[in-house]
């Protein structure tokens, strides 16, 4: 671990992410514009009236090669990026404390942590159809004396990441008031 | 001030006219620039990304295999911008 040390005697139990699928919807804007230059002249081939447009399209021209290759080249990058801030965002749990990595943007990066001895109360909470379904919620963990909240949203099997929170926390379920 | 009739404005008919006499630019030159300047934005993005994945990654098994991904995925891309070859991308590309 590079963003925090361990101290003596603990260990990392778990380590999770956003959902896989929130990130894929993060995606969908890139993958439209990859697809545009593909699919424009198809459409506006529809359109009579838009059909001598389709002519802009051509790809077998240098520039017409160079320009949909920089315009894939930077959606691409793009996407890459997204990939790579989606995955330098972590929550790690360790026997002694949650640890909430925040990587907002390149250089700007926040990481904090809330010691397991400080919870008094952990939620899950799952709104919606497809979050049911695909079982994406938040878990708000909550300290003792202070309003401080530690809120992890769109993570996978939240009930599983509450119940391995409170095994640590030695607490039981039925008291936390979940 | 004396009354004086409008004189129409007059568009430079294309930009390398308002290049200095004897600077002579053609499109390919515009179209070879504007490539390294893409490519120059690229390579940097591309140093600070990589940066934060070897620094940040927690050693993770992922890091490496997404770098590859990317460095291939983009030469490609590069090579077919400037001479129509894309490699293992080549069935998907015009």
Redesign the interface.
Known sequence: ???FELEPGEHVVR?TRKHWFLFLGELLPYAILIILP?ALPKLLALAPPMAPYVSYFE??T??G??G???W???W??SA??A??RY??N?WVLTNMRIVN?K?RR??S?EVSSLFLSRVQDVTTDVVGVLSSLLNIGTIKVQTAGEDVEFTMKGIPHPEQMRDVILRYVSLKPQNTGV | MPDQPLQPFAPPANLSSLLPNGFNLSAGVVVEWALYAVFAFWAIYTIVAIYHWLKYSHASWVAFPAMAVHLFVSFALMSYALSGSAFFLAPYLP
Do not use: D, N, S
Request: charged fraction near 15%; glycine fraction near 6%; aromatic fraction near 26%.
């Open positions: 671990m590079k963003e380590e593909f790809y077998h240098i520039l090669r160079a949909l290759g920089v894939l080249l930077i691409w990058t890459w990026g990939f790579t995955f330098l972590a990595i990587q390149y250089f990066r």
